[in-house]
């Protein structure tokens, strides 16, 4: 009989590289949740043999490393399988001199040329020394650009952009059968390049030429981790069984968005994507906790959806009984582990899309680049949301997480809207409130460091060293630019200086929200809005 997976996917390339012994702790939880398979995403940070560049200073795993985590899991009944990436999402490695020739275009690899095949022979002999699954996750998603750059200019149109897809995936497959590896990849491509670039739609058809590319010894993915009815993911498993008899579909479990988890947002999205899986036969799932922008979220803090989620595939309807069970199981109260959520559920929202905590984190008080979007009242919600997650910290296993987001709504209580306080005092001459708003700095500065200890301990506790790097860098720009903006407030109020430049413009709606105040703040992937100029 085949065998049937359910499994969990852990991304291992955005700075946070987990120590073997989280991995290894990770494992036997999701284990005890009835899960019989990991996933580890590795772009650059694994070792490859006879490319000393491949990850380097990323904190990669070593073999010894791979080899010891492997035989851990194969232990206790989980089937660890390498995901890597042989096309796309490559960006890391093209710092290097040694890699620059066989990059196409953005974090796509040359296709056709002999050092990119010697690269992925040598990631493959590296990998099948230290995996014992026979599985291998090839990558391949997200490849918008694909033969539009180097290659193009190497080779003219002569081909379509399937021709080119398919060429190299041949390659790759045919690497792949000489190290005994079966591969499986995510699906989009194959979607992507038949319809304008789209990944995602209801009743979709497919031409007979992208089902004719879709080579029979590969698996597809279908990823998906956005919808929130089961009609739509009906549909999607459908046009994929038009593709591929041998179907697997990878959830989400939202980590990604900064350094607060999602868990309710996983469940509104995942809960649909379980059942229509469950009803289309998909027999093989795994559920992805990305580490977009940093890895600034710990993965154990979405603990209560992953097991919700597996026994929800396994039928299960009753939310008070999967509760229970996961009290039983980790020791763990689910609701209270909901509400690491809590930094971004403010103003009504309960989206993670809307992400409200790293946004005003990172917003700065003089330019403002988010205070378009404040809404007054948030920051005592910051306040009642600190004192909760304090509370929760003092019982809980995982209380350095609590610290943490707690420490993090503590310094959202008082920066959340101050610099919207700032500006409004600064443009009607308010020397008064000004004055009383550098307390309030102050204040910030204060709950940021305490805050920025805590993370640190987080990060230290769960992962390498190597990455918090980029952390120090943000972190450290923020404590400095708070007492940058303090020090120039200051000179304001002394007489030092006559104006503050940033507070004298205009105030404009970057988020196109209309001219009255949002009721949350609007999606914030990445740190760099930070700031409209060049970082």
Request: aromatic share 14%; hydrophobic share 35%; proline share 2%.
């Amino acid at each position: 009989m085949e065998k049937k997976y359910f499994g969990a996917m852990l991304d291992m390339s955005r700075n946070g590289v987990m120590k073997p012994e989280q991995v290894k702790n990770f494992a036997k939880i999701i284990r005890s949740f009835g899960y019989n398979m990991l996933q580890l995403y590795t772009e650059d940070t694994y070792e490859v043999d006879g490319e000393p560049y491949f990850g380097y200073m990323r904190g990669r795993y070593t073999k010894e490393e791979l080899k010891d985590i492997n035989a851990y899991c194969t232990s206790i009944g989980i089937e660890l399988i390498p995901c890597i990436q042989t096309l796309a999402h490559l960006n890391a490695i093209f710092r290097w001199e040694d890699y620059r020739p066989i990059n196409d275009v953005n974090d796509i690899l040359l296709v056709g040329e002999e050092r990119t095949y010697q690269l992925i022979d040598n990631m493959f002999k590296t990998l099948r020394e230290c995996f014992s699954s026979e599985y291998i996750h090839i990558g391949m998603d997200e490849a918008h650009m694909l033969g539009l750059g180097k290659y193009l200019d190497k080779h003219g149109k002569k081909e379509s952009r399937f021709e080119i897809l398919r060429k190299h995936l041949d390659k790759v497959l045919e690497i792949a059968k000489a190290y005994g590896f079966k591969p499986m990849m995510w699906s989009d491509m194959f979607f992507r390049l038949d319809n304008g670039g789209e990944y995602y739609g209801e009743n979709l058809v497919l031409s007979e030429e992208v089902k004719a590319s879709v080579p029979k010894e590969v698996e597809l993915v279908y990823w998906d981790y956005y919808h929130d009815k089961k009609p739509f993911y009906h549909s999607m498993i459908r046009s994929h069984k038009e593709l591929s008899d041998k179907i697997w579909f990878a959830g989400g479990a939202w980590c990604w968005m900064g350094f607060a988890s999602g868990n309710v947002y996983t469940m509104k999205t995942m809960v649909p994507a379980m059942q229509a899986c469950r009803e289309e036969g998909v027999q093989n799932v795994f559920i992805t906790l990305w580490g977009d922008d940093g890895k600034e979220c710990s993965y154990y803090s979405l603990l209560p959806s992953l097991y919700a989620l597996k026994r929800i595939y396994d039928g299960e309807e009753n939310i008070d009984k999967i509760k229970a069970e996961f009290k039983t199981l980790t020791g763990e109260d689910y609701d209270d582990m909901f509400a690491l959520d809590l930094p971004n559920l403010v103003g009504g929202n309960q989206s993670i899309i809307r992400n409200v905590s790293k946004t005003m984190l990172y917003n700065d008080l003089f330019l403002g680049m988010s205070d378009s979007a404040v809404k007054l009242g948030i920051a005592k919600e910051y306040k009642n949301h600190a004192r909760r997650l304090a509370k929760i910290a003092k019982i809980s296993k995982y209380g350095y997480i609590f610290d943490c987001s707690a420490k993090l709504c503590d310094v959202l209580s008082v920066k959340y809207d101050l610099g919207y306080k700032l500006r409004k005092a600064y443009q009607a001459n308010d020397k008064e409130g000004l004055t009383a708003l550098v307390g309030d700095i102050v204040k910030v500065e204060r709950k940021f460091e305490k805050f920025y200890l805590s993370f640190r301990n987080l990060w230290h506790t769960e992962n390498k060293p190597h990455g918090f790097d980029a952390m120090d860098f943000r972190l450290g720009g923020v404590k400095m630019r708070l007492r940058s903006c303090r020090e120039r407030l200051e000179a304001y109020l002394n007489g030092t200086i006559d104006c503050i430049s940033e507070l004298e413009e205009e105030l404009l709606d970057v988020f196109g929200l209309g001219k009255d105040f949002a009721d949350a703040t609007p999606f914030l992937h990445s740190w760099k809005l930070i700031s409209p100029n060049v970082i």
